[in-house]
């Protein structure tokens, strides 16, 4: 069985920069896209960023683009989430995940079937 490990979360201020890793461990590798989700207090969990199985394309939410990038080196089994220029509103859980399968465009909930325990981003004004 697969499992998910997030780290690199914390406390920043606005402004700063996190890079968080997600390490898959197990048996079985999943060679399949991976992405990042996040929920804040009292809110629904929502897409981050995902990225294809061999780091060609990647997709981002709105409210993320040209500020959060999303790598994977498959060697080491980890994806990257490079997050700079953090605001107040990234504070939240964030959620490492893999895709059930090779969608064509795994941006939704329901496309990912294994996640991480999540890890703590929280950023100050």
């Known amino acids: 069985q697969v499992q998910l490990v997030e780290s690199g979360g914390g406390l920043v201020q606005a402004g700063g920069s996190l890079r968080l890793s997600c390490a898959q461990s197990?048996?079985?590798?999943?060679?399949?896209?991976m992405g990042w989700f996040r929920q804040a207090p009292g809110k629904e969990r929502e897409f981050v960023a995902s990225?294809?199985?061999?780091?060609?394309?990647?997709y981002y939410s709105d409210s993320v683009k040209g500020r959060f990038t999303i790598s994977r080196d498959n060697a080491k089994n980890t994806v990257y989430l490079q997050m700079n220029s953090l605001k107040p509103e990234d504070t939240a859980v964030y959620y490492c995940?893999?895709?059930?399968?090779?969608?064509?465009?795994?941006?939704?909930?329901?496309?990912?079937?294994?996640w991480g325990q999540g890890t703590q981003v929280t950023v100050s004004s």
């Open positions: 995940a893999a895709a059930k399968k090779n969608f064509a465009r795994p941006v939704l909930t329901a496309d990912f079937g294994s």
């Open positions: 197990g048996r079985t590798f999943i060679s399949s896209p």
């Open positions: 990225i294809s199985w061999s780091g060609g394309s990647t």
